[in-house]
């Protein structure tokens, strides 16, 4: 009976040392599958911050692209605004002119004949003139250039009067009349100051109307003829545009 006791004891001892050592696999299965259930957690997190930067750089390269744009659009508005003080300026300057040489003007009838013709069509340049930069009567000013023109095919104001009419029928997107009167300084006066904004004006209606060879033609040239000109840098955005 005590060999039987003993017997029992034993195996009862063994059962409770046995126990422990059956449940280590599950233990170290779990463990696994805690480390893997941790590097997937780990990996999700890292491709969500990658979407998360691939997200705010394309957020930045479209906020550099709109500043980009924004930064053209000035350059274009401020080159606008440096053609119309150089404009002024040249205005001014053409009526002091006249001014010393009215003061100077003191010879016989033939003299005084030739000076009222010019204070006539100096007036009546000055008066288109006023309605465009003054008083922006661009409905008005066309009228006053096509007559002064029609009245001065001689004058010394011609091409700046063929320019400011092309400019008014653009403004209008009347690309018909702008391109005679812009290809009129283009082609019959090589000298004109205006000639290169002429020239690129000649450029953009070709691009809208869908001609983009002409376009780009007119482009290049404005760039070889007056490479260092406010309309060089101009032209050369047209062409990138273009591409």
Known sequence: MKCKTNTIKSWLKYSALALPLATLPAIAQESVEARVDRLERAFEARQEGQVRMLQQLQQLQQEISELRGITEDHANQLAQILDRQRDLY???DRRISEARLAGAAVGGAVNSAVANSSVDEGEAYDRAIRLVLEERRYDLA???FE???AANPDSSYLSNAHYW??????AQENYADAKVNFQKVVSDF???TKRADCMLKLGIIAAT???AEQARSLFEQVRQEYPDSTEAGMAA???ESLR
Do not use: K, M
């Open 90 to 92: 040249q205005e001014i």
């Open 147 to 149: 007559a002064f023109i």
């Open 165 to 170: 009419l092309g400019q008014l029928h653009f």
């Open 209 to 211: 109307e869908g001609n």
């Open 142 to 144: 066309i009228p006053e």
């Open 190 to 192: 090589p000298d004109s």
């Open 237 to 239: 955005r047209q062409l």
